[in-house]
């Protein structure tokens, strides 16, 4: 089937098989390797991406469902070549990722909790990322990585004469 996805801002036309996932989408046609293929069956979240905005499983969706919407993935939270989100830049600050498997994931997360919600209780935090799993079990920096950003993007927000 042809099917036309906004990927990362971009319009992309692609054949899929009706059968194919979005998350071997992705990774498989359009070498959107951040998406990271965890469980496949929807318990892990390692392959989470932003759908029209929201973080949802890229494995438990077929490739022809996104049909038309807008799909983010983590290669398209960078503001430039070689730079960082200021999310991703936490998480390195905080150690918010040890061997990085879930990291596109958490991060991704955040920019979905952070987009709706600027001034998160840690217990929000702890929500938003309740659906994703560290294998090695790095949730504090993870908290505390979304919680700095939170912060951060506040402050960048404010009028000039306003920050600290
Ligand atoms: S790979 Fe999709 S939820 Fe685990
Ligand atoms: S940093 Fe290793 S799975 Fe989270």
């Known amino acids: 089937m042809r099917i036309e996805l ?3 801002g971009a319009v992309r036309e692609l054949e899929v098989e009706p059968r194919t996932t979005l998350l071997d989408c992705l990774r498989d046609q359009l070498a959107l390797t951040g998406a ?6 929807g318990v ?3 392959c989470t991406v932003l759908f029209d ?3 949802v499983r890229s494995c438990l969706m ?3 469902q996104a049909q038309g919407s807008a799909v983010t993935t983590i290669e398209g939270v960078t503001p430039g070549p070689g730079e960082l ?3 991703q830049d936490t998480f390195c600050e905080t150690h918010g990722m040890q061997c990085g498997y879930c990291t596109p994931a958490m991060v991704l997360v955040a920019h979905a909790l952070l987009a ?3 001034e998160p209780t840690r217990a ?3 929500d938003a990322i309740s659906g994703n799993i560290c294998r090695c079990t790095g949730y504090a920096q993870i908290v505390e990585a979304i919680a700095l950003a939170a912060e951060r993007m506040r402050g960048a927000n404010r009028p000039k004469d306003a920050r600290k």
């Open 116 to 118: 709706d919600n600027p």
């Open 6 to 8: 906004d990927i990362n």
């Open 36 to 41: 990271h293929a965890g469980c496949e069956h």
């Open 124 to 126: 929000e935090i702890v």
């Open 85 to 87: 989100s200021v999310i």
């Open 44 to 46: 892990c979240g390692a």
């Open 62 to 64: 077929f490739a022809v």
């Open 53 to 55: 905005g929201v973080a």
